[in-house]
């Protein structure tokens, strides 16, 4: 079943503003990671969360995590162009299972 | 010096074939994956091995068959493709979790199928 839910499911904003993806998940986590996709390409990871953790940063990017409320946001803060793609969260409940659970996704457009 | 490749990068066929996505990573990692991602963008894990061994057969038709040469290559077998088998494979592949306590993945550019 699937784990992680984002919102909003397309995102449309202009360059140098901020963007905020949310994700929501069910299960207990060991930790919550997020992916970029382009268009026709694989996915790329951005930037991990452990459950123990509740904010980190990359960058121009911010991870919030709230395990009470089982969710997740990604802020990209001075969006440029190039943010453009799809955004996943992937869920990662531990044990010896590898599995990662994946979200449907937010697709983000930057105007310039 | 690709990290995790994939061939073919198109795959177009028609029902009832039999077809093979290969895919190899020069990463040094011990765990592979292959996902489905549909029309609609939903990925969704196929199967994992863990050093040849399989650990994650997810709800699959028997006609997907893995198969781990050694650890830096899973190959996928589809017999009797159908038209439901449409979509992009990807491979992808992690370090393993007892060396690490995270298993980020490293994605394949993707395979897109197109069954006829």
């Known amino acids: 079943s699937q784990q992680g839910e984002e919102d909003p499911q397309a995102l449309s904003i202009q360059e140098g503003e901020n963007a905020t993806m949310n994700c929501s998940y069910k299960t207990s986590i060991n930790n919550l990671q997020w992916y970029r996709q382009n268009s026709g390409r694989g996915l790329v990871h951005l930037i991990l969360?452990?459950?123990?953790?509740r904010e980190k940063h990359s960058g121009r990017l911010r991870v919030t995590l709230d395990t009470s409320k089982k969710s997740s946001s990604l802020l990209i803060t001075a969006s440029r162009a190039a943010d453009t793609a799809s955004y996943f969260c992937?869920?990662?409940?531990?044990?010896?299972?590898?599995?990662?659970?994946f979200g449907k996704g937010t697709l983000l457009t930057v105007n310039p | 010096d690709t990290a995790v490749s994939q061939t073919p990068k198109y795959l177009v066929t028609q029902m009832g074939n039999d077809k093979s996505i290969k895919c190899e990573q020069n990463?040094?990692?011990?765990?592979m994956y292959w996902y489905k991602q549909d029309s609609k963008k939903f990925l969704k894990i196929m199967f994992s091995?863990?050093?040849?061994?399989?650990?994650i057969n997810e709800t699959v038709p028997n006609r997907f068959s893995p198969k781990s040469p050694d650890k830096a290559h899973l190959n996928l077998h589809i017999n009797s493709l159908e038209l439901g088998d449409s979509a992009v494979y990807f491979c992808a592949s992690s370090h393993r979790r007892d060396l690490l306590s995270y298993n980020e993945q490293f994605f394949g550019p993707g395979t897109r199928l197109t069954v006829l």
């Open positions: 992937a869920t990662d409940s531990g044990g010896s299972n590898y599995k990662l659970t």
């Open positions: 969360i452990r459950s123990n953790e």
């Open positions: 990463l040094g990692h011990d765990t």
């Open positions: 091995y863990n050093n040849k061994e399989l650990i």
